[in-house]
């Protein structure tokens, strides 16, 4: 049974970066589309950024295009996402996925990690 393990959540200023990283452990992270979803207090989950099992292909969602990177290193079987330019909206719980399909709908990933909290304060 694959699990995800985030980590590197926290608070931070307007402006500023966080990186999130996400251990996949009883798998091989190559056989996986990877990404990362997020929720807001009161908001339904979104869903933020995913990668191919080759790191070639990303997706973005509109609200963190050229903020955002995501990235995978299947030798160390971790993904990351790289956060810049961090405003306000950004703030809620981010969520590590894994799956087989190619997709940013919620129901097609069918591996979640426990999430990790990011906070962005003025």
């Known amino acids: 049974q694959v699990q995800l393990v985030e980590s590197g959540g926290g608070s931070v200023q307007v402006g500023g970066s966080l990186r999130l990283s996400c251990a996949v452990n009883?798998?091989?992270?190559?056989?996986?589309?990877m990404g990362w979803f997020r929720q807001a207090p009161a908001k339904e989950r979104e869903f933020v950024a995913r990668?191919?099992?080759?790191?070639?292909?990303?997706v973005y969602a509109d609200s963190v295009k050229g903020r955002f990177t995501i990235s995978r290193d299947n030798a160390k079987n971790t993904v990351a996402l790289q956060m810049n330019s961090l405003k306000a909206e950004d703030t809620a719980v981010y969520y590590c996925?894994?799956?087989?399909?190619?997709?940013?709908?919620?129901?097609?990933?069918?591996?979640w990690g426990q999430g990790t909290q990011v906070t962005v304060s003025s």
């Open positions: 996925v894994a799956g087989l399909y190619d997709s940013s709908r919620e129901r097609s990933w069918d591996t």
């Open positions: 009883g798998g091989f992270i190559g056989t996986y589309y």
């Open positions: 990668i191919d099992w080759s790191g070639r292909r990303t």
